[in-house]
């Protein structure tokens, strides 16, 4: 049976930032329940995609520090060279059959288990965590915040010495960008807090770093959650809109 040619545009190229993946065809973000725990699984999962003709292929969420350990669940993480070296099986074998390799970090804020690490989360505000046992996050100061991009930044470098071409900055899920971007999440009187572009700060900065850090090397993605379904208490699609836009104007990103 021919295919419709109102497809046809599916199987065409697309460019997203310096890279070029083959087809509009992308696996989003999602567990599998390897992480880099299980890197021949993690390898040979993502590779059965790749291998079928998919154009991009991406990691479950990936921690970047040990205060983001998200144990008792299974996720991939990029603490370390041994980590690279695990996810490093990931991307060869996604590259082997042509697509692109993407990887999503990840830092939980108060809503990182931490039970392997017991290290404590740090977050927009001093608070609990929504739905993790006696976990209890500690408020960034602005020495905390320029250390928390620093392992962002080192993380990405990670990620590029892991082969992957996109490189995620994942705040969705009330995760740490939601609990800056959310006004219910983040009560600060200094410059991160109240109007929606100072909530944006913190983001906004980040991805400035990663941007400047792998260069050429890699494509910046940026995800959070658009309505936090809270009504005017939370953060909506209007001031959503907005922090993409600006986000935009400073070109601090290839895909969202």
Known sequence: M???PKHDILFEP???GPKTM???FYQVPHCIGSGSEKPGAQAGHRGVKAEGGWGGICTEYCSIATEADDCHRVSARIWDDGDVHNLRHMTDT???YGALAAVELYYGGNNSANLESRAIPMSSMGMPG???YLVYAHQ???DD???LIQKYVTAAKRSIQAGFDIIYLYGGHNFLGMQFLNPALNLRTDEYGGAVENRARFWLE???ALKKAVGHEAAIATRFSIDSLLGPGGIEREESFRTLEMISNEGLFDVA
Do not use: P, Q, S, Y
Request: cysteine-free.
């Open 94 to 96: 996604v590259h082997k």
């Open 140 to 142: 960034m100061d602005h």
């Open 14 to 16: 697309i460019k997203i």
């Open 130 to 132: 929504e739905f993790e």
């Open 145 to 147: 915040i320029k250390l």
């Open 206 to 208: 980040t991805l400035a």
């Open 22 to 24: 083959k087809n509009r």
């Open 2 to 4: 021919k295919r419709d």
